[in-house]
């Protein structure tokens, strides 16, 4: 055992700036490794799981050291790399490095502390009876009734919020204890196993047993004979030959079959016919991999090649072709590049030998182009080499259809990783991508756990902070969506742009793809930041959809629209269900209606902690707020003036679904939303039903536009084209073109030409028309100039300051001093304060400060400014109770 006196610093799982230093106790010098988990004590009493991250000999000078408590782990849980994304998250994203913390690890690695309060067995009685306080003698009797009491439990018996001091004072007296109860949150899965024994594995001892239990016990037989059908013991072959493997089977399996198995087994273990144990086992379903990678056609082989070349593999690899890995392909003279189209494929250059390596590439393919089968040619390389992949997609909704795709032809080397899963499932897969060997060299900084058994981990913005090792590629699907911004809590980080951090601390590549990227990032590729490929035909020939115009102000003059649908709209649903074809209807509103309006006096109900309206969901019967989940029966008149005439105003995916089965009675028609995705498997359930035809028409949110690929939708609809184009947002023309042009992509994807209708009030409109015309360059290049004139990005960067408090009063003053004092050092860089649209929420009043910052500006120095002014604003004793939110690039 090591004499030397060690510290470390660690990363505790909560909101504070620095990391804190503790003493290591001698008897622990040699368990401590960067990385592992220690049991630490911080503020008064309270035990946390904290994170070593440093480990020096090296006491703090501000205040005296702590000895940590316990070491949790044998291994480490946290790599280096992955304190390197932290720490450059919390910089870049200017919140806490506990912060990081939480978002990062999955809550199974986070300990529950609770303080409970045990009697010192040592204590007596008679000896301090004469020196405790009444409230100290009711603890004491309490104790002596219930053995164990919460800090909750001691409050409510001496009916006061605040009792540390009356727990410190029992505490030195030596009348009780406190006994920490830190609870590890996950469980291994245990499974109960059925193996036959040896004794019964002979084929004549078989014989004997089979003509004892048929007499005998009928009911042991069927148990024995479904255990043989499991385990496959009889050969496809020879089914007289018994195989000599004892095969193992889940007796839940065996129980499921055979009714009253349970109560059958233990006789049968008893008569040395069975063993009956138990072993921890994996919560993932395994698959097998003997799908072969389809042939890439000449376009996508094209773009392929590009992207390799661009990434610099060409040379260190190989590729074309060929077998990954074994040999460079040879150009041979009659591989000619595409002359038929030469727009099909462009590059942000010729690509001469010369040119410099790119570590990002962007590849902008329209819908249906076959981006994934030049993903899956990419990721089969990069396994070859022996390197890990990381798929990063928007949606829980899109991980469903493309995990399926990608396991045909990866199987097992596939790995999931979102929010659905439970706190079980994450830690299980976190712990098999992190297969630690043992390291002697535990306190240097070039330790590094060793990994993995997933080869390729497909997830949602969570599997950002997986501990990847050995990363060869990240590939960001739909590199435009918003939903990989994390808006709360903190850290309100970008998985787009943490993913190319972390592909650069392992050295890797990092693919973007889309068919509407973001505007930043195609202005980065045409600059030539990123490198760029792009695909402008669908695979196959297939065509583009036809897209036409509803103009619903028009049909309303003549009173022709049937509740919220055109007959234009309706036509075209009516001819695709007569073809046996499936239909998807596109309205960015969740509920039945918007609000519930008073035709008298015009009064709507509003939540109670909010500044909304509330939207009424029939499915419930209930007025909803969709920021607070505050919920009332619907009134049966008006508060304000007491009419009884109410009436639902604006319309929202359940009302759609509601009155389309009046117009078609026959139509199996079925909802995709927040509302009825809600459990673990409701988007593959929604999805497979509408994949295998048991859904002729799907209403849903923006959950419909995002990659999904079914074979037989022939034609989609855009019910309010004009609610996206009016949002008071820089971004909304963007956005709406992204949304408009991602879910028209869901029409004729496989063999017809599909029909996109787009209900609106402005059929005029520029971004409807270049939707229209698929015309993205269009879009692009005026909204470029829009962002130029108005210091937007990709010309600024942009932080959002929020000041939040309870108070109204107090958000404008505090509001009002903060802007001031950043004017004062960034001038006209500064806009606001501002209310946003939703001012108030869950009771707390919101108001905005809006940052612009120069491209070519130190953002270092910047944020540093900014920082020091937030602590000063924070440590003056007016504005204490104010909370302050920083969004580092809001989207």
Known sequence: MSRTTYFVDVILPLAVPNLFTYRVPYDLNDAIAIGKRVLVQFGRGKLYSALIRRIHENPPKQYEAKYIDSVLDENPIVNLKQFELWDWMSQYYMCNIGDVMVAALPGGLRLASETKIVLNPDYYDKKLSE???DKEYLIIEALQIRTVLSIHDVSEIL????VYHILKGLIEKGAVLIQEELKEKFKPKIESFVRITQYADNEENLKNIFSTLEKKAPKQLDVLMTYIKLSERYSQTAASQLERSRSEVKKS??????????????PMVEKNIFEVYEREVGRFATFDNATKITQLNTIQQQVYESIQQQFGWLSEWGGGSGEWGEKKTEKKEDQKPNTTNPELLTTNSELKKTELKKDVVLLHGVTSSGKTEIYVKLIEQVIAQGKQVLYLLPEIALTTQIINRLRKYFGNNVGVYHSKFNSNERVELWNTVLKVEDNEAKKTTNYEPQTTNYKLIVGARSSLFLPFSNLGLVIVDEEHDT??????????????????YLAHLHKAKTLLGSATPSLESYYNAQEGKYGFVQITERFGGVQMPEIVIADIKEATKKKMMKSHFSPLLLDTVTKALQAKEQVILFQNRRGFAPQLECNTCAWVPQCINCDVSLTYHKASNQLRCHYCGYSIKPPNKCAA???????????GTEKIEEELSIFYPKAKIARMDLDTTRSKFAHQHIIQDFEDGNIDILVGTQMVTKGLDFDNVSMVGILNADSMLNFPDFRSFERSFQLMAQVSGRAGRKNKRGKVIIQTQNPDHSIIQDVIQNNFLAMYTQQLSDRKEFNYPPFFRLIEITVIHKDADMVNDAAKFLADELKHHFKKRVLGPEFPIVSRIRNLYHKNILLKIERDASVVKIKKIVGEILVQFKSGKDYKSVRVNIDVDPM
Not at 159 to 162: A, F, R, V
Not at 483 to 497: E, F, G, H, T, V
Not at 641 to 651: E, P, S, V, Y
């Open 641 to 651: 003036c007491g009419d009884t005439n109410l009436r639902m105003k604006g319309f």
């Open 131 to 133: 020196i405790i306080s």
């Open 483 to 500: 939903s990989y911004k994390q808006y709360d809590p903190s850290p309100r980080y970008n998985a787009r742009d943490g993913a190319i």
């Open 253 to 266: 399996e065996i129980i499921k079959r055979v009714s009253g198995a349970d109560a059958a087994l233990k």
């Open 159 to 162: 009916e006061q919020k605040t």
